[in-house]
């Protein structure tokens, strides 16, 4: 498979001998440029980071509304998703969706997803929402006092060395604390919808 806009110069297609030409999921001309085969540049986006922005419910918005679908199911092509504007934020930002990627991905590779795991994804999932709106719209939620990233407070981190008993074990301590009844992530989340602007992204009527 050749993931690329432009076929390589010199190169037959008889003589590739490719089962596939995928030029939709490609880098953009204008990202090729901004790295310009520059390696370190590849270290200012975790793959995990964009992930996180990919599956919330902003870009499922966008994609909806700007691309094609055929019902409710979205059918991605290479516009709009070329124009799908991911945030540049700090490595020490972007940890905050790597952990809590890691936690939602472990849950969901259980053998057995019990109903708390379930739990425990969905809230992790409902934060990841919160925390890219809070990328995309800040002075819309500082307005309305419903930030998230700034209330999170430490997030472990997995390692490789750790096993399952002591990553569930973290996701445990994380979940409570961030589920707790009165805490800012908490109640934040559960007012978010009061915003008309997210109201509309999420789709949820009067």
């Not at 936690?103 to 795991?117: A, G, H, M, R, Y």
Request: charged share 30%; aromatic share 14%; net charge negative.
């Amino acid at each position: 498979i050749l993931v690329d806009r432009i076929w390589p110069r010199g190169v037959s297609k008889e003589k590739a001998n490719l089962d596939e030409w995928n030029k939709n999921i490609a880098p953009s001309t204008e990202l090729r440029k901004w790295f310009d085969h520059k390696e370190e540049r590849l270290e200012e986006f975790s793959l995990k980071y964009i992930l996180s922005i990919l599956n919330s419910k902003l870009v499922y918005f966008w994609l909806y509304w700007m691309g094609k679908r055929k019902g409710e199911m979205l059918e991605l092509y290479f516009e709009p998703l070329q124009f799908i504007p991911i945030k540049k934020i700090t490595s020490e930002e972007q940890s905050f969706f790597i952990k809590l990627a890691d936690f939602i991905i472990f849950l969901k590779q259980q053998e057995q997803v019990t109903d708390i795991n379930k739990l425990f994804s969905i809230y992790f999932e409902q934060i990841v929402d919160g925390m890219v709106y809070d990328l995309y719209f800040p002075e819309l939620l500082k307005q309305n006092n419903r930030t998230i990233i700034e209330h999170l407070g430490e997030l472990p981190a997995f390692t490789e060395s750790m096993s399952d008993n002591q990553k569930l074990e973290i996701i445990n301590t994380v979940f409570n604390r961030l589920n707790e009844k009165n805490h800012p992530v908490r109640v934040n989340l559960f007012y978010m919808n009061s915003i008309p602007e997210i109201k509309i992204i999420e789709g949820v009527k009067e």
